[in-house]
């Protein structure tokens, strides 16, 4: 430094320390730039230095600018940029104090500077930005005010020289606005490569500017850019950047490209393999939740921010990853969206489950489909997983999504029942890992568990099983949390029986490990055992029962000596309380006693020496009370057991005397205990049975013509002692039937015929106060239960192929084949009597039918079940004819007047044992238990077993083989067994329902290839019967349709079904247009013979152009046969169009910005949409030439005709559904396809509806006369009825015109959309003739004052609909 600069720094100093500024400005004033420069540089990039010169010539040359100094304008400007300088050159420590002192006296004198200065330190920034890809960190909070005031800047005229590449030509001047240069800058800087670590710095910096829209957008693309550049732990950083930055616009595309990065990476680092990319996948979901919580605060700030990202979902829900999944968990802790996201993502998860449903069983569209982009599932599962780490905040918003997901799916909605039951699977497996993982999580899922159980709301048994599942995986986790089960206890009183015992059930493990929890439990039980109300003992006494059994089974299973002692002492401490129970009022005891008999029948309590020997102090002391003398033939006092005064029943020995047949045969099964002698029970029964066999109605003061009637007292008892005898008889059969040491089966046979007697007498003869008969058949008076039942009928329906193989998988210890030949024969005597087998299949069918009063049978029981009444009965029928007479066993082959056929019962007992199976789900078994029956399908066991495909599918094929030629011959005895080929049709349409959908999601090969022709084949033989000569009954019709309608998709190529369930990549497959001929044709015939019966019935002639042949017999169309399969028929169509509206949403939707976006060449969307549309078109004609056939027909009847219109509408709602969605396909042109159903319908259709309707409402009610005008026709005989028939048809056609004025709104749309004329198709004027004639309404009210109807007085008006009716508000 020369002399001269010392000085000059020595007059600068002092004359800061006196803050003399506007003499420190003049004396700079005088100076070159390059020695203000010099001066800065000097002081600037002294190590030791404290920038207090700087600061000096910054505030001289603000204060001399301030005095009005030409010059001090340009001074400033001067050591500003001077200044700026030095901090992009000099690389010192940002945070001392003099660079923070400097920075914010910039800030301050940053209004004084002038235009060329400010373009001049913008530029400078710029360049440095350019050259070391970062920005000065002292200047951060000055350059935005900067660049802000350079866009305030008027125009100016700049070269090259000044700033580089903005004029047009070197050394040419041009004008420039401070908007344009700003423009310039931040387009500059998004093209320049930044520093790893500056980069949220120059982020910050860009997004506190005043941008536009565009360069919002510009400046978020560059940031998204940088962020894969990036270390992993500076991304939370830029994302929350990248929130701010949206402050200014452009929300959705920021959100968009935020969630496209992440999910980028978690495809790359998801099949991590090695350690260091499981590390990394680790640190990725830690920054994940980082960043989730930048976003939820970023929302918090900017309530638009979190519509931008539901608008993203709604729009990308079909390939949303677990980080937005997660994000928008995150988003349901708002208050403000929790709604909106949890339907959004229950909506999600529905959608995606119903849709795979939708598509494995739609075969006429699946080959065009691919597969879902998302699956729910995975999503949710990849959530739970991470949440243990990194994404512990979204917990509670899964949590409550699962919550509402499982009572949404409890309530009946839109989606299909399977769907349904696969979410609420994955939500209970869900909320079973959340609870195992997060403390903090579980007193709030026990909370709501037990809140749905005490109000009881549809989803509470669901919850149930949710808890039994969580207290059996790990009891102690649920033991901090038993007081909030406790609070719910006070609940149990209003409980019904089935909820309060499936809540023992969930909490038995807690009830015997946790003393407090058990003593609160057994105290509330028993304050309720003797509660005021007999439904409340009722309950608790259900749920005392269920704490028997659970001790009971408990104590059958290996564990440790304590817990066996502990076990035992809460098992007698509850059958103490149950003692005390047999004490209270006979419904009380009737119900105990019951329900005791049903645990008898498990084999744990058979086994359980403590129960037993308890139990049979109890009844041996009770019985005695009621014995009666040895030289009476009743061995029961009945007198005792019915009150003299009330003549009701005091004591229930019916059920009594049962509990203890149960109880002496599990004493007989335990060689140790019981007394011996003539008291023990065994001999006490033996003395019963002999003695009831002997007896006479008269022995019970029973007269066969006495008076039974319930509206007299002497009715009533002698009902009630009926019912009481019997109940006792029917016990002996039961103990008889079971006993190991019975040695007379002749016994049993005289106390069922005395059973039967009785039986017969009280059927007949009760009645009640309208003098009708109170009870159906003897087997209402039946307390067998369904084991007992199984076993016998077993024997009796004995399967051949057990008797012939001695290595059939039942023929195992201790009943192997030598043990079940010989049994077998021991029962000829029961088997050869017929009414006593009809009698036991009968039972067995109430057991699995009933509902209220009893528990339901397990599964395993109705596979049992099943396997009986197949081939025990069933199955005799499949085999061929040889001279056409089938050749059944003696006991089948009998058939009565009165009775049902023993193979009429077991076909109606195969049928409630496959409804049954349906509603549970577990139908798939049933072909398993039938055809290859296992000892493990026969046993309680939650696991089923795992079969391969091919021989799955090869036993469901046989099933539905051998019930097809049941079915056949039994219809080639017609018409003696026509009821039973109905029934057995049934079953078959059950079990072809659930093959069905098995083949279309079958990826074996082989297993495809059986099913398919097993199915084709069934369609086939269905189609044959309905041409063939068969009884006008419409029973049997319907049924054989709806087997028809279960098969018909099976009718098309096999090529169809050897493609793959699901494609992963697009394949453009050619649109054959055969599909639907192959597939409707049987019912195209069908549907034409129904036409033609209908005009012979209707006394039309037939068209001249149609052929005779082929022609079915038309006899069996009837007036009664012909709505019953028009209404099935109905049901199919509905059916058929559901998968057509569901095949419509399937075309591709693509915004304007996504087809912007789209590569030019990249037309797989189009391709694969046109190709949906076709079909979907193609499926919608085919549809509409059957329905065309039925509306150029007069119906028989009117609800024929109701059924048909249904059908329109339905076609007009469809083709609507498919209308609108080509408005939202904006790249889908209208194809050929689209025209011809257009003109179909919109045409031809309508003309022809219209001329049904027109026809059908010119014949209702009080239509006239067209020979006699004044000749009143004779009106209907209820002419209210008649009026309300009308009226209910008039709201019919007002919803078709409705939806026809609907599809004409759509096409018209859809035509000026595409600039393409489809007025033409159009019948408008149609649609408005649909109308109703007032005057041939009947009006009651004229009637009522004696008036009759005027008809030459009567006024026809039209009635117009200016509003869609209810039902059609959907639309």
Request: net charge negative; glycine share 4%.
């Amino acid at each position: 430094m020369t002399s001269e600069d010392t000085e000059l720094t020595t007059q600068l100093a002092a004359l800061g320390r006196t803050k003399a500024y506007v003499e420190a400005g003049k004396l700079l004033s005088e100076q070159e730039d390059d020695v203000v420069y010099k001066l800065v540089e000097d002081d600037l990039s002294t190590d030791a230095g404290t920038g207090a010169l700087t600061l000096t010539l910054i505030k001289g040359s603000s204060a001399l600018a301030e005095s009005g100094h030409t010059s001090g304008s340009s001074v400033l400007g001067t050591v500003c940029s001077a200044c700026v300088g030095q901090i992009c050159e000099d690389s010192a420590d940002p945070e001392t104090q003099k660079w923070t002192a400097i920075s914010d006296t910039l800030l301050q004198v940053l209004p004084q500077l002038g235009p060329r200065s400010i373009i001049d330190i913008a530029f400078r920034v710029l360049a440095e930005l350019k050259t070391s890809g970062t920005l000065p960190t002292p200047l951060a909070s000055f350059l935005p005010m900067l660049l802000d005031t350079l866009g305030t800047i008027g125009s100016v005229e700049i070269t090259s020289e000044d700033v580089s590449a903005v004029a047009a030509e070197d050394d040419v001047r041009v004008t420039r606005t401070g908007s344009e240069l700003k423009a310039y800058w931040i387009e500059s800087a998004c093209s320049y490569k930044w520093h790893a670590q500056a980069s949220v710095r120059v982020c910050a910096l860009l997004r506190e500017l005043v941008l536009t829209e565009a360069q919002v957008e510009r400046v978020a693309s560059r940031v998204q850019r940088q962020m894969e550049c990036m270390e992993l732990m500076e991304l939370p950083a830029m994302v929350y950047q990248l929130l701010l930055l949206s402050r200014h616009g452009s929300k959705r595309n920021i959100v968009s490209g935020i969630f496209t990065f992440f999910d980028n990476m978690e495809k790359q680092l998801k099949d991590a393999h090695s350690d260091d990319e499981r590390k990394r996948w680790r640190e990725l979901g830690d920054i994940e939740g980082t960043i989730m919580l930048h976003i939820s605060y970023g929302i918090k700030q900017d309530f638009e921010l979190g519509d931008a990202l539901i608008a993203f979902a709604k729009e990308s829900s079909d390939s949303l990853s677990s980080f937005s999944f997660a994000c928008l968990l995150s988003l349901a802790r708002i208050h403000r969206f929790e709604d909106n996201v949890t339907v959004l993502l229950r909506t999600q998860l529905l959608r995606c489950m119903h849709d795979e449903d939708m598509r494995v069983g739609m075969v006429w569209v699946r080959p065009y489909l691919l597969e879902s982009g998302s699956d729910a599932q995975e999503l949710l599962h990849a959530v739970v997983e991470r949440s243990s780490y990194g994404w512990d905040q979204v917990t509670q918003s899964l949590i409550q999504l699962c919550l509402n997901t499982m009572d949404y799916t409890a309530r009946r909605n839109t989606y299909s029942p399977v769907a349904c039951t696969q979410a609420r699977q994955t939500c209970t497996r869900v909320l079973q890992t959340a609870f195992a993982t997060h403390e903090f999580v579980r007193g709030e899922i026990v909370d709501q568990i037990m809140n749905r159980v005490v109000f009881q709301t549809k989803s509470h048994m669901h919850f149930l099983d949710l808890l039994q599942l969580l207290a059996a995986n790990d009891v102690d986790t649920v033991r901090p949390y038993s007081t909030k089960i406790i609070d719910a206890l006070d609940s149990i009183s209003v409980m019904s029986s089935r909820t309060l015992e499936g809540l023992v059930r969930a909490i038995a493990p807690l009830f015997f490990d946790d003393v407090q929890f058990r003593s609160s439990l057994i105290l509330v039980l028993r304050k309720i055992l003797f509660a005021h109300g007999v439904d409340e003992r009722r309950v608790a006494l259900s749920g005392l029962f269920v704490l028997i059994s659970c001790a009971a089974q408990s104590l059958d299973c290996e564990a440790g000596q304590r817990q066996s002692n502990v076990r035992l002492a809460v098992l007698l401490e509850v059958l103490g309380l149950l003692r005390r129970c047999l004490t209270q009022q006979p419904e009380i005891r009737k119900a105990a006693y019951d329900q005791l008999s049903t645990l008898l029948d498990e084999p744990f309590a058979r086994n359980n020496a403590a129960l037993l020997s308890t139990l049979h102090g109890i009844f041996q002391t009770e019985f005695m009370k009621y014995q009666a003398d040895r030289s009476h033939d009743s061995p029961i006092n009945f007198q005792l057991c019915v009150s003299p005064t009330t003549h009701k029943v005091t004591m229930p020995v019916a059920s009594f005397m049962q509990c203890f047949a149960k109880l002496t045969l599990a004493l007989e099964s335990s060689s140790t205990l019981g007394p011996s002698g003539s008291e023990s029970p065994s001999s006490i029964w033996t003395d019963v049975c002999t003695r009831f066999s002997r007896a006479q109605m008269e022995d019970f003061e029973l007269d066969a013509n006495g008076d039974f009637a319930l509206d007299s007292p002497s009715g009533v008892r002698n009902n009630n002692t009926a019912r009481l005898v019997i109940g006792c008889i029917d016990a002996a059969i039961e103990y008889e039937l079971c006993s190991t040491t019975n040695t007379n089966p002749a016994l049993v046979v005289e106390l069922f015929s005395k059973f039967q007697r009785f039986s017969d007498v009280l059927c007949t003869r009760c009645v009640d106060e309208r003098k009708k008969r109170v009870i159906g058949s003897a087997s209402e008076l039946s307390h067998m239960t369904l084991p007992t039942v199984l076993n016998v009928l077993e024997l009796m329906l004995s399967d051949p192929r057990r008797m012939d193989n001695p290595d059939h998988a039942l023929n195992c210890a201790p009943h192997d084949h030598t043990w079940f030949v010989a049994h077998t024969s021991g029962v000829s005597l029961w088997a050869a009597n017929t009414a006593f087998v009809r009698h036991l299949l009968e039972i067995a069918l109430a057991r699995v039918t009933e509902r209220a009063g009893m528990c339901e049978e397990p599964t395993h029981r109705v596979l049992h079940l099943a396997y009986i009444a197949y081939s025990g009965a069933l199955a005799a029928c499949a085999r061929p004819l040889e001279s056409g007479i089938l050749d059944l066993p003696a006991n089948l082959a009998k058939r009565s007047a009165k009775a049902r056929s023993i193979l009429y019962v077991a076909a109606e007992t195969l049928v409630a044992c496959t409804s049954v199976l349906q509603s549970r789900g577990k139908l798939d078994l049933l072909h398993v238990a039938v055809m290859r029956p296992q000892l493990m399908l026969f046993a309680p066991n939650d696991d089923p077993p795992t079969i391969d495909a091919l021989l799955d599918a090869q036993y469901a094929s046989a099933l539905i083989t051998g019930l097809r030629n049941t079915s056949e011959q039994m219809l080639a005895q017609k018409p003696v067994m026509a009821r039973e080929a109905t029934t057995v049709l049934t079953s078959l349409h059950a079990v072809c329902v659930q093959l069905s959908r098995t083949g279309n999601c079958c990826s074996n090969e082989g297993a495809r290839a059986v099913i398919y022709k097993t199915m084709n084949e069934t369609a086939r033989w269905a189609f044959s019967l309905v041409g063939g000569e068969l009884p006008g009954d419409a029973n049997l019709l319907r049924n054989i349709t709806m087997v028809l309608t279960s098969c018909q998709p099976f009718l098309q190529p096999e090529t169809v079904f050897a493609r793959p369930p699901l494609q992963l990549t697009f394949v453009s497959v050619p649109v054959d247009v055969r599909m639907d001929d192959y597939e409707l044709g049987t019912l195209s015939r069908l549907i034409g013979s129904i036409c033609t019966a209908s005009r012979l019935l209707t006394n039309i002639e037939a068209d001249p152009n149609e052929t005779d042949e082929d022609e079915p017999n038309l006899g069996i169309f009837t007036a009664r046969t012909i709505p019953a399969l028009v209404t099935v028929l109905a049901a199919w169509f509905k059916a058929e169009l559901h998968q057509v509206d569901w095949a419509s949403t399937q075309l591709r939707r693509m915004s304007a910005s996504e087809l912007a976006e789209r590569p030019e060449n990249d037309a797989e969307d189009l391709v694969m949409s046109i190709q949906v549309e076709r079909r979907v078109c193609g499926r919608i004609h085919a549809l509409s030439q059957l329905l065309l056939q039925l509306l150029s027909t007069v119906m028989p009847t009117q609800a024929a005709t109701d059924q048909v219109i249904r059908m329109f509408h339905d076609l007009h709602r469809s083709f609507a559904h498919l209308t609108r969605t080509k408005l939202q396909c904006v790249q889908v042109p209208i194809t050929e396809s689209y025209i011809d159903c257009l003109s179909l319908i919109c045409s031809t259709l309508n003309t022809h509806a219209h001329s049904m309707i027109i026809d059908k409402y010119g014949a209702l009610v009080g239509s006239a006369d067209t020979e006699n005008p004044k000749k009143k026709t004779k009106l209907t005989s209820s002419k209210s009825a008649g009026k309300s028939h009308v009226l209910r048809n008039s709201t019919l056609v007002s919803s078709l015109v409705y939806q026809m004025e609907l599809t004409e709104k759509y096409v018209g749309m859809v035509a000026a959309k595409h600039k393409t004329p489809l007025a033409h198709y159009l019948k408008r004027s149609l649609a408005r003739d649909f109308r109703i004639e007032r005057d041939r309404l009947h009006d009651p009210l004229q009637d009522t004052e004696g008036n009759s109807l005027d008809e030459e007085s009567a006024d026809t008006t039209m009635l117009m609909l200016d509003s869609p009716p209810p039902d059609m508000l959907d639309d």
